[in-house]
């Protein structure tokens, strides 16, 4: 079994290019008003005023899918997880455009605010396109391993789903390897179709644009939580 807590120290408050003065502001009076508490346990209430049902996006990038998915559904809440700032400030940019009020923000690790909800209390939970750490002794630090699948099952609602969406071979095998392995989860695909094809509420991701520009093949992963 591998313990969260190995991915987790990877990553902390990241930064690639600097931030022009608009996303300079997006990120000092925007994101105050989104960002997820720093501690304590966090519940639909706490976030959003009600007992809506939560969505969790873990690593989204620069924010498109999330964003995409909170406006077709504004009465979800949609907690996003990123540790680069730039990355974050795509969300915050997309937050601001579309006017969604149903999105928080957490500028960081995914792991350690999914552990803070109660168990069995997200409706959906997202990876798209994880880093893939080709190299096989990296392969502990891949997400898609016991420890956050442990994690990732405790939180989803029963009959809810898992997103996977990646298009390395190596990670895509490792995934279904992984997932063969568990009993507390359901592969939702009748034919090649079913993960060949990136179903309509899927909004594309940039990582995934990029890919499909070089020639890769994608594939879209559905587990249902038994
Ligand atoms: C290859 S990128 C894909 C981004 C986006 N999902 C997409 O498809 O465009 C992987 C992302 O996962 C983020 N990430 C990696 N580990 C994470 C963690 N423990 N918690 C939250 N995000 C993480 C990285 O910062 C990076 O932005």
Same mark, same amino acid.
């Given at each position: ?9 990877? &990553? ?31 519940d639909a209430t706490l976030l959003f005023g009600d007992d809506r049902p939560l ?20 009465d979800h809440g ?40 109660p168990?069995?209390s997200l409706s ?33 609602k ?12 190596? &990670? ?47 594939? &879209?992963?559905? &587990?249902?939580?038994?």
């Open positions: 079994m591998n313990d969260p807590t190995t991915i987790r120290r990877l &990553y902390g408050r990241r930064q690639g290019h600097k931030l022009r003065t608009g996303q300079a502001a997006l990120v000092e009076e925007l994101l105050p008003q989104l960002e997820v508490p720093e501690t304590g346990s966090i969505e969790f996006e873990i690593g989204f990038g620069s924010g498109e899918h999330l964003a995409g998915q909170a406006e077709a559904r504004p949609f907690i996003g997880c990123e540790p680069f700032i730039n990355g974050v400030v795509g969300a915050l940019t997309h937050v601001r455009d579309r006017d969604l009020t149903n999105v928080r923000i957490h500028m960081g690790d995914a792991l350690e605010v999914l552990e803070r909800f168990d069995a959906r939970v997202y990876l798209l396109h994880p880093d893939p750490w080709p190299k096989a002794r990296h392969a502990k630090r891949r997400m898609m391993n016991h420890g956050p699948m442990d994690l990732i099952a405790a939180k989803l029963p009959g809810c789903e898992f997103r996977l969406g990646t298009d390395d071979p190596t &990670y895509c095998r490792w995934s279904m390897m992984v997932m063969d392995q568990r009993r507390d989860f359901e592969w939702q695909a009748g034919g090649a179709q079913d993960f060949l094809t990136r179903p309509d509420d899927w909004p594309q991701t940039r990582y995934e644009r990029k890919a499909r520009r070089k020639g890769h093949e994608v594939w &879209y992963f559905r &587990y249902v939580r038994v």
